[in-house]
């Protein structure tokens, strides 16, 4: 007879192999990028692109722009460019919040890793619509909006 504990373990083991090869990353390497995204993390950068008063308004999204400063790093054509994602409680209570969260960020790899310009802060700001729109014209929304703030190559 084989105890409880052994099969709970033995059925663990098939999903998670110790010391095993674990699979990669969603996101690969910045290396085997050719196009860097990276992430806006602190209020201070959110602010800083607020800040710059550049910003397109669409039904499912706002968003916000700002050129880097020459100060801030490499110069424009290698600087990476760097996303901000935030959805306020107007939008609803935590679950609507990230799920809203969830379809910008597929959104912008989608959008702003093929059609974003090098050297440039976006901060995507998510609204009500944003939860009910087709996926399909939030990406509209946010190839128009980069359109709009010459930020589209």
């Not at 007879?1 to 990353?25: E, Y």
């Not at 400063?69 to 460019?81: I, K, L, R, T, Y």
């Not at 802060?121 to 944003?130: K, M, N, P």
Request: proline residues 5%; hydrophobic residues 40%.
């Amino acid at each position: 007879m084989v105890s409880a504990a052994v099969c709970r373990q033995s059925a663990a083991a098939k999903f998670w192999p110790a010391g095993g090869q674990r699979d990669a990353s969603v996101f690969p390497p910045e290396s085997a990028v050719s196009f860097v995204v990276k992430r806006l993390k602190n209020r201070p950068e959110f602010l800083r692109v607020a800040g710059a008063g550049r910003k397109w308004v669409t039904p499912g999204l706002i968003l916000q722009a700002r050129r880097h400063d020459h100060g801030e790093g490499e110069n424009a054509e290698v600087s990476p460019v760097r996303v901000g994602l935030t959805v306020s409680r107007k939008v609803g209570n935590a679950v609507k919040r990230n799920r809203a969260r969830r379809r910008l960020r597929a959104a912008v790899e989608q959008v702003i890793s093929d059609h974003a310009e090098n050297g440039h802060d976006f901060v995507v700001i998510g609204r009500t619509a944003t939860l009910d729109r087709p996926f399909a014209a939030l990406l509209n929304d946010l190839e128009t909006a980069l359109k709009r703030l010459n930020a589209y190559r």
